[in-house]
C-alpha cells in the first residue's frame, strides 16, 4: 500500500520560491515514475514534472526553466522546487507514484497520489 504524503505549501509573492517535498512509504517498489501534477479550482488536473527511477525528467512547458524536480532515493522523498513563481501558478500540488506511467504528461493519470499541498501565489 503506497502512501505519499506531501508538504512545503504556502502562500508567496509572486516571484518568490517554494520546495515542495513528498515522502513516500509502503510500496513494494521505490515508483519508477514519480512527479506531480496541480489542480486549480474548476480546472483539470495538470502534469507539471514527471522523474523516472533513471533520473530522467520531463516538465510542462509551462513551468520549464523554473520548476525542478528532484528525488532522494535513499530517503524515498521527491521535491519539486519551485522559482519565479506566478500567479498562474496558484493550485494544490499533488505529489503522485505509478509503476508505467512516466512523464509530465501522464503523471496525473497516475495509479498512486497524495492529499496534495496548497500552493498560492498572489
Known amino acids: 500500500h503506497v502512501q505519499l504524503v506531501e508538504s512545503g505549501g504556502g502562500s508567496v509573492q509572486a516571484g518568490g520560491s517554494l520546495r515542495l517535498s513528498c515522502v513516500s512509504s509502503?510500496?513494494?517498489?521505490?515508483?519508477?515514475?514519480m512527479g506531480w501534477f496541480r489542480q486549480a479550482p474548476g480546472k483539470e488536473r495538470e502534469g507539471v514534472a514527471g522523474?523516472?527511477?533513471?533520473?530522467?525528467?520531463s516538465y510542462a512547458d509551462s513551468v520549464k526553466g523554473r520548476f525542478t524536480v528532484s528525488q532522494d532515493s535513499a530517503k524515498n522523498i521527491l521535491y519539486l522546487q519551485m522559482n519565479s513563481l506566478k500567479p498562474e501558478d496558484t493550485a494544490m500540488y499533488y505529489c503522485a507514484a505509478d509503476p508505467f506511467l512516466c512523464g509530465y504528461q501522464h503523471i496525473q493519470r497516475a495509479a498512486y497520489w497524495g492529499q496534495g499541498t496548497q500552493v498560492t501565489v498572489s
Open positions: 509502503g510500496g513494494p517498489y521505490a515508483g519508477h515514475c
Open positions: 522523474i523516472e527511477s533513471d533520473g530522467s525528467t
